[in-house]
Nanobody, 126 residues
Framework: QVQLGESGGGYVQTGGSLRLSCAAS????????LAWFRQAPGKEREAVGV????????TYEDFVKGRFAISRDAAKNTLYLQMSDLKPEDTAVYYC???????????????????WGQGTQVTVSS
């Protein structure tokens, strides 16, 4: 069993930056892809991006490419989401998740993930 906990959310102006963290406890999440999802008010949860188990490969949805970057620190058992050039449409609750298998296939599907954090709110003002 692994517990995931996000932190780093907050309030930022358009064009600003934030770095979210996701710490694992109970068991290491080494060996599994990790992803970030987000859910805006009144909308379904959507994938943001994923990082491979090795940390060598990342993939992002088009709406964050060039602005967001995912990384992981195995020694700290922590996942990160560096967000820059934030826009009001990035306002959402951001979740980290650990994939249920070791592959990157269907990385953008919620059902592919077995463990989720509780989420952290990011609000971008216009």
């Amino acid at each position: 069993q692994v517990q995931l906990g996000e932190s780093g959310g907050g309030y930022v102006q358009t064009g600003g930056s934030l770095r979210l963290s996701c710490a694992a406890s109970g068991r290491t999440f080494t060996g599994y892809p990790l992803a970030w999802f987000r859910q805006a008010p009144g909308k379904e949860r959507e994938a943001v991006g994923v990082i491979s188990a090795s940390g060598l490969y990342t993939t992002y949805e088009d709406f964050v490419k060039g602005r967001f970057a995912i990384s992981r620190d195995a020694a700290k058992n922590t996942l990160y989401l560096q967000m820059s050039d934030l826009k009001p449409e990035d306002t959402a609750v951001y979740y980290c998740a650990q994939k249920g298998d070791t592959y990157l296939t269907e990385w953008d599907k919620e059902d592919s993930y077995g463990y989720w954090g509780q989420g952290t709110q990011v609000t971008v003002s216009s």
